[in-house]
């Protein structure tokens, strides 16, 4: 939500949503002092009863805490660093977490609301908890909440991800091991970026080398036709290669839905590609990514969450459309920066409770070809093969179109690019337009007032520098 009003600048959003979201992750902290200061009250609210719940019964996890009190108030801090209420209960929330840590860098799995005692004695918290810690060194730059993290993700790496053991986030099916696995992965790259140990490095690898075990890789997408609910359907437009599954098991959903829609695992896989030069995690997230408008509603522009529904998943409400934006952005940002060689890249937030490793962007300026610019709003492709990314230059009237072809051939685009949409009104004309390079060169680009004609390769990357002068 904050990523959106970011780049958009629609002052509605940051005057009719922000400020009532941000109220409910403040409730969502308990306040109050005692056992639970600072921990999450419960991952859903119940209008009728105006409170918060938990899953699997009155419990609290650290995990939660997590999730719902340091990475969300996190992911508000960047964007807002000078929030001051929601830095204290951020602050809060990390003392909690810090607390709640055992000597050898574990957590429990809960604690009983009523009681205060460790329930699920059964069960051993092998999930990326540590995160949580993680992001309270980045906001709040105290040293002791990153040696925190390394011994919660010391022990993780050498309990949960050397041995292949996993737990799962969602309560309602006894925490089977779900999507928090592919967290465990992004969490240990992140630890890595933070403290430049290799060790951090390889074992997120090892973990998202697991979770490809939760990805669908078949059947192999053809042209056949298959009558779905009434409807013919090429084979590939209902594939579920690529795809992953919520949770599976006996208990688990994958059984009668299949897996699901919200593909927050593919930015980390192109990521993994970048790192490890293995085929299979940039096959499986461009396969995720692609080709999935036969799930999308026709009235709420929203995917369905489980592959069974098609496209009768998602309702009025915008059940998971965060998500589905947040992911969407992540993969696709991912694959700006594989695509350019690095020379494309924009800071990343914390990833999002709790589907997956997608994080959000925009609160701070990127990096296009050596020259700072903010992710903006806008699509100048008239190709639904070719995706859209723009970008604005921080120094000087400048607008970037960072355009991806997403099929493996060499494709012919036409690009429509309004300056007045373009700059917000600020300009009529376009003075220069340039096609930059990843080696740093550039080429003038012949054009009319607002339309280009542009070859990109199949997979490739087009970066379109357009020039202005200002009228205001």
């Given amino acids: 939500m904050w990523m959106l009003a970011r780049v958009t600048g629609d002052s509605r959003l940051f005057r009719d949503r922000l400020p009532f979201a941000r109220n409910f992750k403040l409730k969502q902290v308990q306040a109050e002092p005692g056992f639970f200061q600072g921990a999450a009250v419960g991952q859903y609210y119940l209008p009728k009863g105006r409170r918060f719940t938990e899953e699997w019964g009155e419990y609290v996890e650290p995990v939660a805490l997590t999730y719902y009190a340091l990475l969300d108030l996190g992911n508000i801090l960047l964007f807002f660093p000078n929030d001051a209420e929601a830095k204290v209960r951020f602050q809060e929330s990390a003392e909690r977490l810090l607390k709640w840590q055992r000597t050898d860098g574990s957590w429990e799995v809960g604690y009983d609301r009523r009681t205060e005692q460790p329930n699920f004695r059964d069960l051993t918290d092998y999930r990326p908890t540590f995160y949580g810690l993680l992001a309270a060194h980045r906001i709040l730059g105290d040293p002791k909440y990153l040696a925190a993290a390394r011994r919660g993700a010391d022990w993780l790496v050498e309990n949960a991800v050397e041995k292949g053991r996993f737990l799962g986030v969602c309560g309602d099916v006894r925490f089977l091991p779900d999507f928090a696995t592919a967290q465990i992965a992004q969490a240990l790259l992140d630890l890595h970026a933070a403290t ?37 359907r090429a084979e590939w437009e209902i594939n579920q290669a690529g795809l992953g599954f919520e949770h599976g098991g006996l208990m688990g959903s994958a059984v009668h839905n299949g897996p699901i829609l919200l593909a927050s695992h593919a930015g980390l896989f192109i990521r ?119 970008a604005r230059a921080l120094d000087g009237n400048r607008v970037f179109l960072l355009l991806m072809n997403e099929v493996g051939k060499e494709r012919t685009c036409k690009v429509l690019a309004e300056p007045g949409s373009l700059t917000g009104g600020r300009a009529a004309a376009w003075s220069q337009a340039r096609m930059l390079s990843p080696d740093g060169s550039s080429q003038v680009v012949e054009a009319g007032s607002d339309s280009f004609t542009l070859t990109i390769p199949g997979h490739g990357l087009a970066v379109l520098a357009l020039d202005f002068e200002s009228n205001n």
């Fill in 196 to 232: 430049g140990e290799s060790r951090y490095r390889e074992a997120g690898i090892a973990a998202a080398r697991f979770y490809v075990t939760s990805i669908y890789t078949h059947p192999i997408a053809s042209t056949d036709t298959r009558s779905v609910k009434g409807v013919t």
């Fill in 272 to 390: 993994v590609f970048q790192l490890t030069g293995e085929t299979i995690f940039r096959d499986l997230a461009r396969s995720a990514a692609v080709a999935r408008e036969a799930f999308v509603n026709a009235d709420t522009s929203v995917a369905s969450y489980y592959w069974h529904a098609m496209d009768d998943g998602a309702g009025r409400f915008p059940h998971h459309a965060w998500w589905q934006i947040g992911w969407i952005m992540d993969y696709l940002v991912a694959e700006l920066e594989l695509r350019s060689q690095g020379r494309v890249s924009f800071q990343r937030g914390f990833f999002t409770p709790k589907v997956g490793p997608h994080a959000s962007y925009g609160f701070a300026p990127g990096r296009i070809f050596g020259e700072a610019a903010d992710l903006s709003w806008g699509d100048a492709s008239a190709d639904p093969a070719v995706d859209c990314i723009v």
